[in-house]
């Protein structure tokens, strides 16, 4: 059974930085795309970035493009992402999320295993 841990969020003020990770353990597929997404209270889950199975080809959402890194580590079986810059606005519970494939996506729905989420808040 594939697992996804994150860890890495809490408390910053903006423009600070955290440094979100996720575990993914079990299943034997080849290194997968993995994806960031968010969701705040009240809002939909939206796309963050998203990193290739073999770290190659990233996307990132407008809002976050330049603040926001994505990486992988695939001998570690990790993917994190880099935040620096941080503003209120991204306050969100961040999620994991890995699919069955190795090229990346946007579309939250084809993401086949979910981390459980990790908070994330940017006090002004």
């Known amino acids: 059974q594939v697992q996804l841990v994150e860890s890495g969020g809490g408390l910053v003020q903006a423009g600070g930085l955290l440094r979100l990770s996720c575990a993914i353990s079990?299943?034997?597929?080849?290194?997968?795309?993995m994806g960031w997404f968010r969701q705040d209270t009240g809002k939909e889950r939206e796309f963050v970035a998203a990193?290739?199975?073999?770290?190659?080809?990233?996307y990132y959402a407008d809002s976050v493009k330049g603040r926001f890194t994505i990486s992988r580590d695939n001998a570690k079986n990790t993917v994190n992402l880099q935040m620096s810059n941080l503003k209120p606005e991204d306050t969100a519970v961040y999620y994991c999320?890995?699919?069955?494939?190795?090229?990346?996506?946007?579309?939250?729905?084809?993401?086949?295993?979910w981390g459980q989420g990790t908070q994330v808040t940017v006090s002004s």
């Open positions: 990193i290739s199975g073999s770290g190659a080809i990233t």
């Open positions: 999320a890995a699919r069955k494939n190795p090229y990346p996506s946007r579309d939250s729905t084809i993401y086949n295993y």
């Open positions: 079990g299943g034997t597929f080849s290194p997968a795309a």
